[in-house]
């Protein structure tokens, strides 16, 4: 037992290196001119899904969790081109900002997408439970190969989730409700099939 968890973190570490290289790796090669069209492909998707005032709430809210990070960026940027490291590497303070910028819009985005889909992740969640209970009176077996599939779905969406935050290029704005929907849908998955007596 002490094997398969110490296996288990070691797995986890990988990932985590393994995603660490690779924001460092796009952070020194993504182009200044690609992560520009990201963040604007991203509002202008949002515009087009929600509206114009949806997208100006996230970025008024954005600016307010963001709130003197732009001067910090501008010294930098500065500083870098007085050093004599020159274009490149304001570059990249520019490039980091705007990707940090990107990730805050994605997380006020995923804010706002929860309050519209967490009514079908509350109602998927109490039909779960409400399904284990009838299942606990009646004689039906408990599956644990799809309370085991709940579990992998719920950490394989959370994960996705995570993982959409730090995409250096623009996605649809359907991919976070599409997978706050299948968080719920994990999360029933997993306590339906909950064994009945724990």
Not at 50 to 63: H, K, N, Q, V, Y
Not at 107 to 134: K, N, Q
Request: aromatic share 10%; glycine share 8%; hydrophobic share 55%.
């Amino acid at each position: 037992m002490a094997d398969r968890q110490n296996r288990g973190n070691g797995a986890t570490g990988m990932v985590m290196i393994a995603f660490l290289v690779l924001m460092l790796l796009t952070l020194f090669f993504m182009p200044r001119q690609g992560m520009t069209a990201a963040w604007e492909g991203e509002r202008n998707m949002m515009r087009a899904l929600a509206s114009e005032r949806f997208d100006e709430w996230i970025l008024m809210e954005a600016g307010r969790l963001m709130d003197g990070s732009g001067d910090v960026a501008t010294s930098a940027i500065e500083s870098a081109q007085a050093s004599g490291l020159g274009h490149m590497a304001a570059d990249r303070v520019y490039v980091a900002f705007l990707w940090l910028n990107l990730i805050v819009y994605r997380v006020m985005s995923l804010m706002l997408w929860t309050l519209v889909v967490a009514p079908f992740v509350l109602a998927a969640s109490a039909d779960g439970y409400y399904t284990r209970e009838i299942r606990k009176d009646s004689f039906v077996a408990q599956s644990p190969i799809r309370h085991k599939m709940g579990a992998w779905m719920m950490q394989a969406t959370t994960l996705a989730i995570t993982g959409w935050l730090f995409i250096p290029f623009a996605v649809p704005p359907v991919v976070a409700p599409g997978l706050l929907a299948a968080l719920g849908a994990a999360i029933w998955l997993w306590i339906a099939n909950l064994q009945k007596r724990i």
